[in-house]
């Protein structure tokens, strides 16, 4: 029952926020603009209405009802048709960021669970907690710095090619590597000592069959419970990787979707894009909404007896 209560919540949890998503993307948000004295000077207001926000949440409702779709974009096309083309490739980073994350995080945090008493290696903690200290879009701008000027012969920028999404996903993952590391490494320092080790030690169980057969198991619980952070990681670097890399990936396509100096500026040339802003956000709500049931499932099956 409580394994069915916590399903329930997540899902009414993820429906009240696309409400607010929905909500948020259609208020109104042209300003007013008047023009003022001889010299033509031009003046920016914004007063609330509510008939234009019932305007806007009608016309969305009717797209959806009568055209079966959230809208059309700057290029005339349907929003969905722009979201599965984008999501398509941004999907690609995500999971292999996803993959790199769970995989070299485990590994380094093992290696920093042996270098814990040893604080002088470079490769050990020190450095873990050294790039988790840089602020994660610093860290990303130092390393595309490195790769244009010292490592030329690779194409960085673009999404043409077959392999171009792996740079992007090894970007977006590292943060979240390194927070992996950090929790793997303390759930193993929490377990050492335990009376289980001294007994499979005491059978004559190597050390690094203690580990893996025992000791990692036992820290999978903390280690998979985090499942959700790390993918919330991930989304929330993959809109700067995106930019800088020239990825044309869903979080670039909504980002283009805001418009924001046109928005602000109150300019003519400001285009709506409100179906593909929400179609983006549900997308990406989706993602985080599948890593937490599958998180739950996970933690149902390793959670300690």
Same mark, same amino acid.
């Given at each position: 029952? =409580?394994?069915?209560?916590?399903?329930?919540?997540?899902?009414?949890?993820?429906?009240?926020?696309?409400?607010?998503?929905? +909500?948020?993307?259609?208020?109104?948000?042209?300003?007013?603009?008047?023009?003022?004295?001889?010299?033509?000077?031009?003046?920016? =207001? $914004?007063?609330?209405?509510?008939?234009?926000?019932?305007?806007?949440?009608?016309?969305?409702?009717?797209?959806?009802?009568?055209?079966?779709?959230?809208?059309?974009?700057?290029?005339?096309?349907?929003?969905?048709?722009?979201?599965?083309?984008?999501?398509?490739?941004?999907?690609?980073?995500?999971?292999?960021?996803?993959?790199?994350?769970?995989?070299? =995080?485990?590994?380094?945090?093992?290696?920093?669970?042996?270098?814990?008493?040893?604080?002088?290696?470079?490769?050990?903690?020190?450095?873990?907690?050294?790039?988790? !200290?840089?602020?994660?879009?610093?860290?990303?701008?130092?390393?595309?710095?490195?790769?244009?000027?010292?490592?030329?012969?690779?194409?960085?920028?673009?999404?043409?090619?077959?392999? !171009?999404?792996?740079?992007?996903? #090894?970007?977006?993952?590292?943060?979240?590597?390194?927070?992996?590391?950090?929790?793997?490494?303390?759930?193993?320092?929490?377990?050492?000592?335990?009376?289980?080790?001294?007994?499979?030690?005491?059978?004559? +169980?190597?050390?690094?069959?203690?580990?893996?057969?025992?000791?990692?198991?036992?820290? +999978? $619980?903390?280690?998979?419970?985090?499942?959700?952070?790390?993918?919330?990681?991930?989304?929330?670097?993959?809109?700067?990787?995106?930019?800088?890399?020239?990825?044309?990936?869903?979080?670039?396509?909504? #980002?283009?979707?805001?418009?924001?100096?046109?928005?602000?500026?109150?300019?003519?040339? #400001?285009?709506?894009?409100?179906?593909?802003?929400? =179609?983006?956000?549900?997308?990406?709500?989706?993602?985080?909404?599948?890593?937490?049931?599958?998180?739950? #499932?996970?933690?149902?099956?390793?959670?300690?007896?």
């Amino acid at each position: 029952m =409580g394994f069915t209560w916590k399903i329930t919540k997540t899902l009414l949890f993820f429906l009240f926020v696309a409400i607010l998503l929905i +909500l948020a993307v259609l208020f109104p948000r042209s300003p007013d603009i008047a023009v003022h004295g001889k010299a033509m000077t031009v003046e920016y =207001g $914004y007063e609330f209405s509510w008939n234009a926000y019932k305007h806007n949440i009608s016309m969305f409702i009717h797209d959806v009802r009568e055209n079966g779709t959230l809208g059309f974009t700057r290029y005339d096309n349907p929003a969905e048709e722009e979201i599965l083309l984008h999501m398509k490739r941004s999907l690609k980073v995500i999971v292999t960021a996803f993959i790199i994350t769970l995989i070299f =995080g485990i590994l380094k945090g093992i290696y920093d669970f042996y270098d814990r008493w040893n604080g002088w290696n470079i490769f050990g903690k020190g450095m873990t907690w050294l790039l988790q !200290s840089i602020p994660d879009f610093f860290l990303i701008i130092c390393l595309q710095w490195l790769i244009i000027f010292y490592l030329p012969f690779i194409r960085i920028f673009g999404h043409d090619h077959w392999y !171009s999404f792996l740079l992007p996903a #090894f970007l977006v993952s590292l943060y979240p590597m390194l927070y992996i590391a950090r929790i793997t490494s303390t759930a193993l320092g929490s377990e050492k000592g335990k009376p289980y080790i001294q007994v499979a030690r005491s059978k004559g +169980l190597s050390g690094k069959k203690v580990l893996w057969k025992h000791m990692l198991r036992n820290s +999978l $619980y903390p280690i998979l419970s985090n499942l959700t952070a790390v993918m919330l990681y991930l989304l929330s670097n993959l809109l700067i990787v995106e930019y800088l890399l020239d990825y044309r990936g869903a979080a670039f396509r909504m #980002f283009q979707a805001f418009d924001v100096s046109k928005a602000i500026s109150g300019n003519n040339r #400001f285009i709506d894009e409100s179906g593909l802003i929400i =179609g983006f956000g549900l997308s990406f709500m989706i993602i985080v909404l599948i890593s937490q049931v599958i998180t739950l #499932f996970i933690m149902k099956k390793v959670e300690p007896r």
